[in-house]
């Protein structure tokens, strides 16, 4: 028994650490209009400091605002979170805006990302690999709102499916 109380106290503690939450999850919306999609993606914010100095290959990365943190996460979400129209043509992301934000104790950082299309756009298909790399238990949820239809879609991302495909054109 005298072991087991530093146990449990060591463990509680860890449990209650604000560094600390129980799961991994990044969480995005989708709005669809015409040739226009914007996506608006949410991290922990020491879940995607993670991610970013190990695709950095740095020990260790803290983002903060301005141009040069925007384009170090710009160029690690593009490898990761890939979006192409129903002919398979990948559109390019414009970074429209970011920011950080207090979630109860935890830090996040958002992101809002515009994608263009020359044409209306009739399906999407999503590849979402966002933190996958980097923590075992990740969870990615894109909801995904189609106008002026209102259709909407909820798609769940883990290591072994990170590929949908959405038509707009049916449901």
């Known amino acids: 028994m005298a072991y087991f109380f530093p146990f449990l106290l060591a463990f509680l503690v860890n449990l209650s650490s604000p560094d600390q939450h129980k799961f991994h999850v990044s969480y995005s919306r989708v ?23 190990r695709a ?10 301005g141009s040069k943190p925007d384009s170090t996460f710009l160029a690690y979400f593009n490898t990761h979170f890939r979006i192409a129209t129903r002919d398979g043509s990948a559109l390019k992301s414009d970074l429209i805006s ?21 044409e209306p756009i ?33 798609l769940y991302f ?12 049916s449901k």
């Open 31 to 53: 709005a669809v209009e015409k040739g226009d999609v914007v996506v608006r993606v949410r991290f922990f914010a020491d879940d995607l400091n993670v991610a970013l100095a």
């Open 158 to 169: 883990v290591e072994d499916n990170v590929d949908y495909t959405v038509n707009f054109a």
């Open 98 to 118: 970011s920011g950080e934000e207090q979630e109860g104790q935890e830090s996040m950082w958002w992101y809002m990302i515009q994608y263009q299309s020359p």
């Open 122 to 154: 009739q399906a999407l298909h999503f590849t979402n690999t966002l933190l996958l790399e980097s923590f075992e238990d990740q969870k990615n949820i894109v909801q995904v709102q189609h106008f002026p239809s209102e259709k909407s879609w909820s």
């Open 56 to 65: 950095q290959k740095i020990p260790t990365y803290t983002n903060t605002a």
